[in-house]
């Protein structure tokens, strides 16, 4: 189908200019080989026409590998026949910065003789300070058209519509003679050096000849940067809205997780007196039903933690807060990105890890992939808490203020957030050195989020999840329940292979003072952490101990299971990777099964290594 | 750092002044160093310190009409001197 390439410098609009000009007609695609989102939307006035948005790049000289596989796939796409136009967009405010890659975009485009045109975005800012830039001015330089539009209000998008869908002329190679050398099949590579202060050079005149001055557009940005990134204000600011997105995260996500819950819940009641009882209907009951149910409820999670970044991000605070999280996160081989993400995973892994996206540096993004599954996830919580119920007294400090098991929560907390910065900071440290890139960022002007493209993106990346996660989370629900159903028919989990797997790797865990029961638990909790209390229950014949964990807590504490048992058990759940929804989504993101296996076994063995540390320890102390 | 007495790298430019870009030090790899040219950071171009959030945290400069924040380990990579005017303030 013919197309339409979009591309332009970050913060330039660019995605709002897609939004509008597509409407809700877009899909989201990946490059092979690497997570950068591609989206690709159909004209909304111009049905037979693609319109293809590039990732926002400061330059056709790439400096990471996101960058090289988007400029790879630009020039990959010019000379497509198919591709009938370029419009690269400019931001109007600051035009100097968009202006050396657009004369790079328009050189590309010249000698592909493909038709370009150049969009000022931002027009309506320029306006509302009494500002203009000189259009004709600058296209009569360029040698191609140029329109100011505004992407927030629609302004002049009839002009970008009527000139994509016309027999648009190639451009006239008026900056030609800026390289008049360089071979026209190796566009991109060929560039740097000479040719680049050229360009520089000719971006920075025309800016100035043709652009807004700046001081106006600054000065309330500055203003706000003050307050912002202040030393005392803006730590606080920092803090509050950190806090407001862990509450999204936790809270605001419940009722509608508790809703997919329910709903899958009374579909299964709908369903199920419709089969016939025996195998069948177990296994749509409890695989089918449950393992639907385990990646749908995270869909909310994913959806309003995607919402709230994109408005922090949209809003232009986002960059903010990763410089004032850089130092510290440095230090560990993060970035200042590398914050949300992990803060995310406090709730959960499976959107800590999609939001590591944002984080440009692939080493900085892998070493999140690292610290994320150790943060303490609120599947790990019913373990700790039937954990603390059983071994840690109710007794309390300071009349009352603090009690001992509130105190072994927090420290667990900490313990598992300290592992996380411990481990990417080791492997940051000692592994073969791959260059850190420095840190250097726009800072975009501040504004109102654009609400509705920010909700599509939300529901575009719960899609995502559910049609690429979705199906690997399923299936290995249905092998587990395999395993613990046969083969006496879900009659003695004890005896099924999934018992008999807990009782053949006994061993495993007598070192740490655990026996079979605990193995099962351990092998079932694979499903889910959560599952860890509901399965202990079962096998020590105690039903419901996931609502009610009394019983459970007195049965144990009547076995008698030394307290260095107790404490090892709550280190192997704070550092062992068991979650399945986790492992499917590292898979998919890092583009790797064998990075995500791997993870899965050092973390299980430095979780093994770690328990068995405790329960020494605690033996010879207490 | 500095090249010359009157060269400094733009890690020590003081908060709300400004300052000449006279160069980059030649432990820049060239990558980092086009980019920060895409960015606007040309040799003669005048650039100002806007913010220095506390706790060794990047710091925020103005170039042309946008602003970028820059760690230490790159700003220190940068070389400007004071502007005319204020060479003797």
Redesign the interface.
């Known amino acids: 189908m013919p197309s339409v390439l979009l591309v332009g410098t970050p913060n330039s609009g660019k995605t709002a200019l897609f939004n509008r000009l597509t409407g809700l007609n877009q899909r989201v695609a990946n490059y092979p080989g690497i997570t950068v989102d591609l989206s690709v939307g159909r004209f909304a006035s111009i049905p037979e026409l693609d319109l293809v948005d590039f990732p926002g790049t400061?330059?056709l000289?790439p400096?990471s590998e996101e960058e090289r596989v988007a400029v790879a796939h630009f020039d990959h796409s010019l000379a497509d026949p198919e591709v009938e136009h370029v419009v690269c967009v400019v931001d109007a405010?600051?035009?100097?910065?968009s202006l050396?890659?657009c004369l790079q975009v328009i050189r590309a485009c010249q000698r592909q003789r493909r038709a370009v045109t150049v969009v000022a975005n931002m027009g309506d800012i320029l306006r509302r300070h009494g500002l203009r830039i000189d259009a004709q001015g600058l296209s009569s330089e360029l040698g191609v058209p140029v329109l100011v539009v505004s992407a927030r209000t629609g302004e002049g998008l009839d002009g970008v519509i009527e000139r994509v869908s016309g027999d648009a002329p190639v451009s006239e190679p008026t900056l030609s003679q800026l390289n008049e050398d360089a071979e026209p099949d190796q566009l991109i590579a060929s560039e740097?050096g000479d040719a680049?202060s050229a360009l520089?050079?000719e971006a920075?005149r025309l800016?100035e000849r043709y652009?807004?001055?700046?001081d106006v557009?600054?000065q309330t940005?500055?203003q706000l940067?003050?307050f912002f990134?202040?030393?005392a204000t803006?730590g606080m600011t920092f803090a509050l809205i950190m806090l407001i997105l862990f509450q999204s995260i936790f809270t605001w996500s419940a009722p509608a997780m508790d809703a997919v819950e329910s709903g899958v819940a009374a579909l299964g009641g709908w369903l199920l007196p419709y089969i016939p009882g025996g195998v069948l209907r177990d296994f749509v009951a409890d695989a089918v039903f449950s393992g639907i149910g385990a990646f749908l409820v995270f869909v909310p999670q994913i959806f309003v933690l995607t919402f709230v970044i994109g408005l922090l991000e949209d809003s232009g605070y986002l960059?903010r807060a990763a410089?004032?999280c850089?130092?510290?996160l440095?230090f560990f081989g993060l970035s200042?990105k590398s914050f949300i993400p992990m803060l995310s995973g406090v709730a959960c892994a499976i959107p800590a890890i999609y939001a590591a996206r944002s984080i440009e540096s692939p080493r900085a993004r892998a070493l999140t992939y690292l610290a994320i599954p150790l943060m303490p996830c609120s599947a790990r919580l019913p373990v700790y808490t039937l954990l603390i119920a059983i071994f840690i007294p109710r007794e309390t400090l300071f009349g009352g203020l603090v009690g001992w098991q509130g105190l072994t929560l927090f420290g667990i907390y900490v313990f598992g957030m300290l592992a996380g910065l411990t481990v990417a900071g080791l492997v940051n440290r000692f592994t073969p050195s791959q260059?850190q890139m420095?840190?250097?960022?726009?800072?975009p002007a501040y504004r109102v989020p654009a609400l509705v493209p920010i909700a599509r993106k939300s529901v575009q990346r719960a899609q995502h999840f559910v049609t690429k996660a979705g199906l690997v989370i399923l299936s290995v629900t249905i092998v587990v329940w395999t395993l613990g159903y046969f083969p006496n028919q879900g009659a003695d989990l004890g005896a099924s292979w999934l018992g008999t797997l807990g009782q053949w790797i006994e061993p495993l865990f007598q070192p740490l003072g655990l026996d079979w029961r605990y193995g099962v638990a351990i092998v079932s909790a694979f499903l889910a952490r959560e599952v860890f209390v509901g399965t202990l229950g079962t096998i020590m014949g105690i039903e419901g101990a996931e609502e009610n964990i009394v019983p459970l807590v007195e049965q144990v504490q009547a076995s008698a299971l030394p307290l260095g048992s107790g404490l090892a058990l709550m280190v192997f759940f704070a550092i062992a990777l068991q979650c399945v929804s986790t492992v499917a989504i590292l898979a998919k993101e890092a583009q790797s099964w064998r990075i995500a296996i791997n993870m899965v076994i050092a973390y299980l063995l430095l979780a093994w290594l770690a328990a068995w540390v405790t329960f020494q320890v605690t033996t010879a102390l207490v | 750092m500095a090249d010359k007495p009157d060269t400094f790298s733009l890690w020590d430019l003081p908060l709300h002044t400004s300052a000449q870009l006279v160069g980059f030090s030649a432990t820049l790899?060239?990558?980092?160093q086009?980019?920060?040219?895409?960015?606007?950071f040309?040799t003669g171009e005048e650039i100002s310190c806007?913010?220095q959030?506390?706790?060794?945290?990047?710091r925020?400069f103005?170039v042309?009409?946008?602003?970028?924040?820059?760690?230490r380990?790159?700003a220190e990579q940068v070389l400007v001197t004071r502007l005319a005017g204020e060479a003797n303030a």
């Open positions: 400061y330059s000289r400096i405010t600051r035009l100097e910065k050396f890659f740097g680049d520089y050079e920075h800016a652009g807004a001055p700046a557009l600054l940005q500055s940067d003050r990134l202040g030393s803006g960059a410089l004032i850089h130092k510290p440095r200042g260059e420095p840190f250097m960022m726009e800072m | 790899q060239d990558r980092y086009g980019r920060l040219q895409e960015f606007g040309h806007l913010h959030p506390g706790f060794g945290a990047p925020v103005r042309s009409n946008a602003t970028y924040s820059l760690d380990e790159l």
